[in-house]
């Protein structure tokens, strides 16, 4: 299994909820969460795996007891706001606390306004922004209650040079962004951590392979997306609180600065997607 560039935080006795994780990114999160010792809760859909959508719920489970921690296989629709709030529920039945959510369920479709169906639209403002909402005001009361916690919304920065041809997408992620901002804000000085963390480039997963979003050449494993989320757990908290960070520069609050490693294809310059002043990906161009 990969291991981190940097010690990683010791995670022992603490519980985290990570959406989507029966495949790709949150899946890859998930486990690295259990590696610095959480117990992980596994919220998506997926009970059965499927060639387009392979892994499910219960294999990411019995890879995070694999790793010597205890999981919770919670089938979820994140859509559903009585399947959230059962999801929860059921994390404080099993665990008697929530530590860590990370919100990276997420829903793509990336056209303009006047080609995205109002069902395309109403889909990703359910999955990305209602959802985030949804499990971040579940367990919210809970993290303030023991005083501690951190959200993290996989959303990007209020990069408005993201939105042209996907208008609709970036609505729906801006505004998990907006809710990591504004939570920081109103939780004021109680030590919940609120942020949002996007990746810098394209990165391996059913959805860039599914989309045809470029090849192998093009991207970064979503190790580093695992490694970002545990430099946000490390770093202290006014160095994340309230903001909308890149993977990059989360790694840099823990002093990595060489990204290399995580190309697919070594000696590669996988596509950005934000970051270095802008927008420069083909990919949102298509």
Same mark, same amino acid.
């Given at each position: 299994?990969?291991? @981190?560039? *940097?010690?990683?935080?010791?995670?022992?006795?603490?519980?985290?909820?990570?959406?989507?994780?029966?495949?790709?990114?949150?899946?890859? #999160?998930?486990? =690295?969460?259990? =590696?610095?010792?959480?117990?992980?809760?596994?919220?998506?859909?997926?009970?059965?795996?499927?060639?387009?959508?392979?892994?499910? #719920?219960?294999?990411?489970?019995?890879? /995070?007891?694999?790793?010597?921690?205890?999981?919770?296989?919670?089938?979820?629709?994140?859509?559903?706001?009585?399947?959230?709030?059962?999801?929860?529920?059921?994390?404080?039945?099993?665990?008697?606390?929530?530590? #860590?959510?990370?919100?990276?369920?997420?829903?793509? *479709?990336?056209?303009? /306004?006047?080609?995205?169906?109002?069902?395309? *639209? &109403?889909?990703?403002?359910?999955?990305?922004?209602?959802?985030?909402?949804?499990?971040?005001?579940?367990?919210?009361?809970?993290?303030?209650?023991?005083?501690?916690?951190?959200?993290?919304?996989?959303?990007?920065?209020?990069?408005?040079?993201?939105?042209?041809?996907?208008?609709?997408?970036?609505?729906?992620?801006?505004?998990?962004?907006?809710?990591?901002?504004?939570?920081?804000?109103?939780?004021?000085? =109680?030590?919940?951590?609120?942020?949002?963390?996007?990746?810098?480039?394209?990165?391996?997963?059913?959805?860039? #392979?599914?989309?045809?979003?470029?090849? @192998?050449?093009?991207?970064?494993?979503?190790?580093?997306?695992?490694?970002?989320?545990?430099?946000?757990?490390?770093? @202290?908290?006014?160095?994340?609180?309230?903001?909308?960070?890149? &993977?990059?520069?989360?790694?840099?609050?823990?002093? /990595?600065?060489?990204?290399?490693?995580?190309?697919?294809?070594?000696?590669?310059?996988?596509?950005?997607?934000?970051? &270095?002043?802008? /927008?420069?990906?083909?990919?949102?161009?298509?």
């Amino acid at each position: 299994m990969h291991k @981190p560039p *940097f010690a990683p935080p010791d995670l022992h006795e603490q519980v985290a909820i990570v959406t989507g994780a029966s495949r790709g990114i949150g899946k890859v #999160i998930a486990l =690295a969460l259990a =590696a610095a010792g959480a117990d992980v809760v596994i919220a998506a859909k997926s009970e059965q795996s499927r060639e387009r959508l392979p892994g499910n #719920i219960h294999q990411t489970a019995e890879e /995070v007891r694999a790793l010597g921690r205890r999981a919770l296989a919670v089938k979820t629709n994140v859509r559903n706001a009585e399947e959230v709030e059962a999801m929860v529920h059921a994390t404080l039945d099993e665990f008697g606390r929530i530590d #860590i959510l990370l919100n990276n369920a997420g829903a793509m *479709f990336w056209r303009p /306004v006047l080609q995205t169906p109002v069902k395309r *639209f &109403d889909l990703m403002m359910e999955v990305n922004v209602r959802a985030a909402y949804l499990a971040t005001h579940e367990v919210l009361p809970h993290m303030l209650q023991q005083g501690s916690g951190c959200i993290v919304q996989m959303s990007p920065p209020l990069a408005l040079d993201m939105m042209a041809g996907k208008t609709p997408y970036c609505i729906s992620k801006f505004g998990m962004s907006l809710l990591a901002m504004g939570l920081a804000q109103e939780v004021g000085e =109680a030590a919940v951590r609120s942020c949002a963390l996007w990746p810098s480039t394209a990165i391996e997963s059913q959805a860039t #392979i599914n989309h045809g979003l470029g090849e @192998p050449k093009d991207w970064r494993k979503a190790d580093i997306l695992a490694d970002a989320t545990l430099a946000l757990l490390k770093a @202290p908290l006014q160095q994340v609180q309230g903001r909308c960070l890149i &993977d990059e520069q989360a790694l840099a609050l823990v002093g /990595v600065d060489d990204f290399a490693a995580y190309n697919c294809v070594e000696g590669a310059e996988p596509i950005r997607i934000v970051g &270095d002043g802008g /927008v420069q990906a083909k990919l949102w161009q298509t």
